[in-house]
């Protein structure tokens, strides 16, 4: 071994993880686009950060006892972000995912704000999602943006990019979303307060009901879903949020829905270690040992 081995460190990746990537089954993604934040700016330091979490906390699942460092995962860097335009970057997401899908393995996209996830879903199409969020995103434009971090989840739609859309923690939305989801009879959503009024079997079942016909699952986690005074820092803190062990637990136990993927967003750093970062790192642990779990042949 050399010294130049020895004794310095790469940039960390996500779990430090070294399988090339013709091994990997997982691969690590990030995204660092902050160009629509409308309150706090940042997320352009999300996936450093949570990679930066990962290699500090514990990687051994004691409830399912498994250790996420001992699946085959590799950390290919960032897509470069032209802030330029929006449409570029999400052209980038977008071809970046269709390789990684192609070769037949599964993504994990550290955000970014939640915008990237309209990139993620071109290449995914993922037939059902689960969202994890504050709010809605469906708003038909913000701040005269038709693709933003509040309006990228209408383009889906529009798009057809996923048949079914299940958000769960909501508890901010606006008049014309409340109005859209109503109305649509397809996409559903369990607001913060319902997700602690059920107990957490018959929520499990709920949306096994939901989603268990849909050959594709996605999960999109919007740091947002949490209770702010524990995981402060996201683009938009929302009081009313749902705690670790809820969102982890409802993660864990949906290991039988064909999963396909997932990203984390939103994670807004504004100190150098930040507690978000952590949560984000240990739900995406969860996420990952539960969409090895479901065993989805990821199409080719
Ligand atoms: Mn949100």
Known sequence: MSYRELYCTKNTG???S????????????????????????????????????????????????????????????????????????????????????????????LGGEHTITLGVCRAVKPQAMICFDAHLDLREEYAGARISHASFMKRIIEERLVEKILFIGTRAVCKEELKFIKNNGVHRFISSKDVYKNELPSLIKFIEDELS?????YISIDMDVLEPAFSPWVGNPEPG????????????KLDKLNFIGVDVTEVTPVYNIDITSIYAAKLLFKAIISINESKTRIRK
């Open 241 to 252: 949020g749902l705690t670790y062990n809820f969102v982890s637990d409802i993660i864990e």
């Open 18 to 109: 070294n399988t090339p990537y013709r091994d990997a089954e997982f691969i690590v993604v990030g995204v660092p686009l902050d160009m629509t934040s409308s309150y706090i700016s940042g997320t352009r330091f999300g996936p450093d950060s949570i990679r930066r979490a990962s290699v500090n906390i514990e990687t051994f699942d004691y409830e399912k006892g498994v250790d996420v460092k001992k699946i085959k995962l590799t950390d290919i860097g960032d897509v470069d972000v032209d802030y330029s335009s929006i449409d570029l970057t999400l052209d980038k997401i977008t071809k970046v995912l269709s390789e990684i899908l192609n070769d037949g393995k599964r993504p994990v996209i």
């Open 14 to 16: 996500f779990l430090n």
């Open 213 to 217: 016909s849909y050959r594709y699952v």
